[in-house]
């Protein structure tokens, strides 16, 4: 009946014995994103840094040199060009102007480019707006990490916590590194982005976790490392699977969703394979180094205790 | 043992025909349709899916309202009450002066203190007065008041901003406070947003004066200017008789709210605006060019004056002309704001994202096309994989899409752009609750159980991972419904509402399929 078996029965992947060489991959993965960060730094869009985006239509194939030297003539500062997706659309930037309203830069701008222009998007926000928002996407990280920290604490031991804000970290960095790299627009959405790849990993580091937990209660004589593989590979084939069907969707939307959401999908692409990997080889063997031990475990509050005896199948 | 009591089936069956019946209008109506028929009762299905602006198309404005510039107006009023108070009782004073939020003055006699206390009283209870024995006073707004002007200046401004819009004719325009003075403007299918920023943004204050004929403008810059009056900018016209620069007395002998009614009109050709004031307003109106004839009238606008035409004959039915150098729009305009009142302080605009309807169409075929696409490929995958388990999963999917569909619909939460890319992720996440349990139920098969109890233990044992996994998503999605705007928030709602009705799906409703399976063909062998 089955087509298809991309992952064997039983799988035997020793994680925990390759565990320095993923450590090693991750540090120097996030060191490099935090590095990029820094210089060459981030291309924050108009969200974050104020200014005007302006997406025009032009009636044929748009002449990008002649457009931008009559747009520098215009004494707006800083305007770059891009084309975006058509042949005919250009996506035009121009850098925050002094006061809260930039409309001055959108007049400008339809003035010089004349008839027979679409103008498909115009955006601008301004020096306030754009602080406020900063914050609040800071903010809005730091509390669904914290969110998510607090509620594996309250279903696990923090042992486990800690390895999955360690993992989390680690996947948020290192897609703050991606958008380094490449210096695709880093805006409002891309902190959705950001928060989903938290929420989407943390799914697969719970799986885990779970089986991990389960794991503890029935073989409480295996030494770790071997239990902490075998649960990863008892798992491996759902958290496979998951991923795959999920990126299957993304890659869709990527390919066929148009331009204005592109990069938003490209970060959640990477962020789900960057989550996928981090759940397995990063938040598992974390919990070497925390000291998870079969003793500790017993449930991580009172009422989970009840549940768990039915959990556990009787025969091993 | 595997069983579901016949109530639980008939609830589950029944969510899922409600999904299909309030998702339905989305495929059977037009947005026309489901307009007309808004004043049906809330349980009938005809809402449609409410599309955000960067799908629709239309503009997101983000305004501030200048309070400060009412506080100061305020405390300008302030002096000339302090003024003809003390004038009318001959008090002597100096040094009159504008203080943070108060004005303050010193007595020549400080032995009339009290007297001037109980003065200013009168005039206005509501203020803080503070003397000192040397003859210092010092008047303050109270701070209920200062809050008090700047909400009521906040709340006129949407009232104002709701009549200017609804001039305009754009249809279901939102216009919210946000925050303590701020306005959040949002207008679908508005494809100009340059002229709704200037129809929204324009503080239209009109007022009519008499010219000051004493003096040109030119010897009033030197420094004749007489008291009581102001120099004003004249409009940059070139018109012949335009000059750059008015002297105009600064008292108003009618002001822009006696109007009643503003509309555009031709005079000899040329754009006007024709204007009637109120009963009031035509009696000043009336008196004081009666007054005044032969004398020029300043007609101001926002500081500037429009036109000075010279008074030929005493106007009593309280109706005239507004005469410039106008296009036919701007008259249009200027009527309009005539009509819906002046701002009580001036606005500015933080932000603005218009989006025009071109893309918004195409966004909205790219992301339906994406969706189908991945919809396609996340179906053949689960088939290949999964088998007869795989179609019921994917069963579970599609309603899935209904339910989300059905929920958009009946919440009437906004979809944007990013919150198809939301729908889109729970096509491939919502599968996930079902990997997790059919890959339960293959170890629980290899561990030599029957099929019964595999898939028993499979939903039981895979339950409990399933929730830890959805809730910790959806705090991420909670915390990005607070802090977002706009587009964002929608792919949090969308996003939100898909990993509830994925819970339900693939628990819920594949559970509810394999056990009818079961019992109708009682297999063997699980085809898993």
Known sequence: MRLLRLVPDRPNINVIGIRKISLVFSAFLVAASIVLAVTPGLNFGIDFRGGTVIEVRMQGPADLAGMRTQLAGLGLGEVSLQRFGADTDVLIRVQEQPGEDQSIVIQKVQETLGAGVEYRRTEFVGPTVGEELKEAGFIAVAVSLLGIFAYIWFRFEWQFSVGALVALMHDVLATVGLFAITGMEFNLATVAAVLTIAGYSINDTVVVYDRVRENLRRYKRMPMPDLLNLSINETLSRTVMTSLTTLLALIALATFGGEVIRGFCIALIWGIVIGTYSSVFIAVPALLWTGVTPVGVGGGSGQDGANDDENVPATT | ?528
């Open chain 2, 1 to 528: 043992m595997l069983y579901i009591e016949r109530w639980k089936l008939i609830l589950i069956a029944l969510i899922c025909a409600l999904g299909f019946v309030y998702a339905a209008p989305n495929v059977f109506l037009s947005r026309g349709d489901a307009d007309v028929q808004s004043d049906l009762p809330f349980y009938v299905p005809y809402r449609t899916i409410n599309l955000g602006l960067d799908l629709r198309g239309g503009s997101y404005l983000l305004l501030q309202v200048d309070t400060d510039a009412v506080v100061q107006e305020r405390v300008e009023s302030l002096t000339d009450v302090v003024r003809s108070a003390l004038r009318e009782e001959r008090v002597q004073r100096q040094n009159l002066r504008v203080e943070g939020h108060g004005v303050s003055f010193e007595l020549l006699d400080p032995t009339r203190t009290d007297e001037v206390r109980q003065l200013l009283r009168d005039e206005d209870p509501t203020l803080e007065i503070e003397t000192t024995p040397e003859g210092r006073v010092t008047l303050s707004l109270a701070e209920d008041d200062l809050a008090e002007l700047r909400l009521s200046a906040v709340n006129q401004s949407i009232s104002v901003i709701r009549r200017r819009i609804d001039e305009t004719g754009t249809r279901e325009p939102i216009i919210q406070r946000q925050g303590d003075d701020r306005v959040i403007v949002q207008l679908p299918g508005v494809d100009n947003p340059q002229r709704m920023k200037d129809v929204i943004g324009q503080t239209a204050k009109l007022t009519f004066h008499l010219a000051d004929t004493t003096t040109s403008a030119a010897e009033a810059r030197q420094g004749a200017l007489p008291p009581g009056s102001v120099i004003l900018p004249g409009q940059d016209t070139g018109r012949p008789g335009d000059q750059a620069e008015y002297v105009v007395r600064k008292r108003v002998i009618v002001g822009g709210e006696s109007l009643i009614d503003a509309q555009p009109n031709f005079q000899d050709g040329q754009p006007v605006v024709s204007f009637r004031f109120d009963t009031v307003g035509a009696q000043k109106f009336g008196r004081a060019t009666q007054q005044n004839v032969g004398k020029p009238l300043a007609i101001v606008l926002d500081g500037k004056v429009i036109s000075a035409p010279v008074i030929r004959d005493a106007i009593l039915g309280g109706s005239g002309i507004i005469s410039g150098s106008f296009t036919t729009q701007q008259v249009q305009d200027l009527a309009l704001l005539l009509r819906a009142g002046a701002l009580p302080a001036p606005l500015t605009v933080l932000e603005e994202r218009s989006v025009g309807p071109g893309l918004g169409a195409d966004s909205v075929a790219a992301g339906e096309f994406a969706s189908a696409i991945g919809l396609a490929l996340v179906i053949v995958f689960m088939i290949a994989c999964y088998g007869l388990f795989g179609i019921f999963s994917v069963t579970a999917l599609i309603l899935n899409l209904v339910l989300i569909m059905a929920a958009l619909s009946i919440l009437q939460a906004t979809l944007t752009l990013p919150g198809i890319a939301g729908i889109v992720l729970t096509i491939g996440m919502a599968v996930d609750a079902n990997v997790l349990i059919f890959e339960r139920i293959r170890e629980e098969l290899r561990n030599g159980r029957t099929p019964v109890t595999a898939i028993d233990s499979g939903y039981r044992s895979a339950m409990r991972t399933i929730i830890d996994a959805n809730l910790t998503t959806l705090i991420a999605a909670i915390v990005l419904f607070s802090l977002g705007s706009g587009p964002v928030k929608g792919f949090a709602v969308t996003l939100a509402i898909g990993l509830i009705t994925s819970m339900f799906t693939a628990v819920f409703v594949t559970r509810a399929i394999v056990v009818v399976w079961l019992r109708r063909t009682r297999p063997k062998a699980l085809p898993i």
